[in-house]
DNA sequence: GCGATCAGTT
DNA sequence: CACAACTGATCGC
């Protein structure tokens, strides 16, 4: 039946064992305070976490995983057949793992989100304990965090991020600062902000309440009175809530996203207006991102998108470069994509198989997809295709399909919108098998 | 009131 | 161009 044997960032019924890679929204769906479909294992931090998230969570569900050791799961323990897991720091956000899998099905890795920088010594000891736990095994599958897997993502290091935010927070002394966030993630940004200007960081109650279970205790602070520094909910941070602040305090805002929309939609906001000083042009709209002196991250002048608006792409994600570095790290047989599109611009096989044992041709398009959901054999469930049996051009990237096809004016992808992330895992992966 | 979807926001 | 992470409305129950 459809039932897997393990899932992955997924909480539908039927599996024997459950697994969080980490607790942002986008991965917990499906998950809330009464769900009770089986043992949910997650690491220490996120254990910590999940009553704050979900309330009267049952507890007696969740199992911690340390990192860096191996787990066994096993009929003994009341599951159906043994396997292993071993898990690692992904460096996504406080709390994330990356999981290796070692079973009936061979070998499989969840890189859930992770960013490992090569620079970054958290994920450089990640790397060799993987390495370590991995010998001379082979890896069947991975399951990668394909969400700039691909080449025009290029970005710099979140080191070198955050010392432009600094930057540019020092060339502003006499101005409040206003930085987008989300209810997990960029700490460290913040504590380094926090560090470089000696000054404690503002942000809403519910969120220091999260710092305060990640173990800050100092540097933030829910009086607006301390600091000109605050961290904002990202969705409460708009060109009208810049300009809004600004009659009453000269006040820029931050934000650190590698994601391009960040940058349309802050520039969308005041095109029209008469915002275009010369000052503004010389941001230069349409460039790409920042190039920056690699060292020592000094900031180029064109991050600035608005009046009072600066994008940074800090990222949590891997870029592409070290997306690739990963896959040539591990040699799987195959990839697949955690981040279900519904396009190919991110369709990992496409630019990394060839760093695959199993060369496969690129498939762009979507899977044989007969089934609605669910009951495909697969892992990933990617579930959407566009009706009918157009394959789009491979790389002829240029004009996405919105346009009308079959007569059919799609406007919007909306339909085929992603939703999916996670994998779930059958016991029996194997074509053999039913 | 909950969960599942959809719509919309940055 | 897509993408991530999140809030809020709606609908069925």
């Not at 039946?1 to 969080?20: C, H, N, P, T």
Request: aromatic residues 10%; glycine residues 6%.
């Amino acid at each position: 039946m459809e039932s897997g044997l393990i899932s992955v960032d997924r909480w539908a019924k039927g599996s024997s064992a459950y697994f969080l890679t980490h607790l942002h929204s986008d991965h917990t769906h499906g998950l809330s305070s009464s769900w009770s479909n089986g043992p949910l294992f997650c690491s220490r931090l996120t254990a910590k976490l999940i009553p704050f998230k979900f309330p009267n969570f049952n507890l007696s569900l969740i199992r911690v995983l340390e990192i860096g050791s191996w787990h066994a799961l096993s009929p003994s323990s009341g599951f159906p057949t043994t396997l292993h897991v071993f898990v690692v720091d992904a460096c996504h956000c406080p709390g994330s793992i990356m999981l290796v899998f070692r079973g009936e099905f061979g070998c499989r890795i969840c890189t859930g989100d992770f960013r490992w920088e090569p620079s970054c010594e958290k994920a450089r000891m990640a790397k060799e304990m993987l390495v370590a736990a991995l010998k001379d095994d082979v890896v069947d599958v991975v399951y990668i965090d394909n969400t700039y897997s691909n080449p025009i993502y290029d970005f710099p290091t979140r080191q070198i991020a955050a010392n432009q935010i600094i930057d540019i927070i020092l060339s502003h002394p006499d101005y409040d600062i206003i930085i987008g966030i989300n209810t997990l993630g960029k700490e460290d940004l913040l504590l380094q902000i926090s560090r470089a200007l000696k000054i404690k960081i503002w942000v809403w109650p519910e969120r220091l309440q999260t710092m305060h279970l990640l173990g800050f205790n100092d540097t933030f602070t829910t009086n607006t009175t301390l600091t000109r520094v605050r961290a904002v909910p990202q969705y409460s941070f708009s060109v009208d809530t810049l300009e809004a602040l600004n009659t009453m305090r000269p006040t820029i805002g931050i934000m650190p996203s590698a994601l391009p929309w960040v940058k349309k939609s802050l520039q969308k906001g005041n095109l029209s207006g008469s915002f275009l000083t010369s000052s503004f042009k010389r941001g230069r709209l349409s460039s790409n991102s920042v190039q920056i002196d690699e060292q020592n991250g000094a900031i180029g002048p064109l991050n600035k998108f608005h009046e009072h608006i600066y994008s940074v792409p800090y990222s949590d994600h891997s870029n592409f470069a070290e997306i690739e570095d990963f896959i040539r790290l591990i040699h799987p047989a195959t990839l697949k994509g955690i981040v279900s599109s519904s396009s190919c611009y991110i369709e990992p096989m496409y630019y990394f198989g060839r760093l695959c044992r199993v060369n496969q041709p690129i498939q762009l398009l979507h899977k044989p997809k007969r089934e609605e959901n669910g009951k495909s054999v697969g892992v990933v469930s990617t579930k959407f295709s566009f009706g009918g049996d157009y394959v789009e051009p491979e790389r002829n990237k240029g004009k996405n399909f919105k346009g009308k096809f079959l007569g059919v004016r799609v406007s919007k992808l909306s339909i085929l919108r992603r939703k999916n992330r996670g994998a779930k895992i059958l016991d029996n992966n194997s074509p053999e098998q039913d």
